[in-house]
């Protein structure tokens, strides 16, 4: 077995992994909202400011170990575009979107180095398949 079809493998186990519990225990919560057991203020508007949270849950999945360049970097940018979304929309540090916006380009131009580098880092291992 390749060591490619390894790693996509191990990425989508993990990937059924995280999104299945996460997806348990939010189902779980609401039901037991819903029969009185606990009660969640489930207001959707203050939830709204949350969602980045979920980018962040799956670029962490994408950069666990086994994992290959484009799924590393896709990884990363995941994280970081959740952070400047977050810190943006809540005007954390006093900043907003108007101001920050530039740190996409920065994002975007190391992804851009990066994925040579990492391509080239792993190119022994393709070899040895």
């Known amino acids: 077995m390749s060591t490619h079809h390894t790693t996509q493998t191990a990425y989508r186990w993990r990937q059924q992994l995280v999104w299945g519990t996460l997806m348990i225990v939010v189902g779980g919560a609401l039901l037991l909202d819903q029969i009185d057991l606990i009660q969640l203020e489930f207001n959707l508007a203050r939830l709204w400011r949350y969602w980045p949270?979920?980018?962040?849950?799956?670029?962490?999945?994408?950069?666990?170990?086994?994992t290959t360049?484009?799924?590393?970097?896709?990884?990363?940018?995941?994280?970081?575009?959740?952070?400047?979304?977050?810190?943006?929309?809540?005007?954390?540090?006093?900043?907003?979107?108007?101001?920050?916006?530039?740190a996409l380009l920065v994002a975007w131009g190391i992804g851009?180095?990066?994925?040579?580098?990492?391509?080239?880092?792993?190119?022994?291992?393709?070899?040895?398949?």
């Open 69 to 102: 360049p484009r799924h590393l970097l896709s990884g990363l940018w995941e994280i970081f575009f959740a952070g400047w979304w977050y810190v943006s929309f809540n005007h954390i540090f006093g900043v907003g979107f108007g101001t920050t916006w530039p």
């Open 53 to 66: 949270w979920l980018l962040v849950i799956s670029g962490l999945t994408k950069i666990i170990p086994p």
């Open 112 to 129: 851009l180095l990066l994925r040579p580098l990492l391509d080239n880092l792993n190119a022994p291992n393709k070899e040895t398949v």
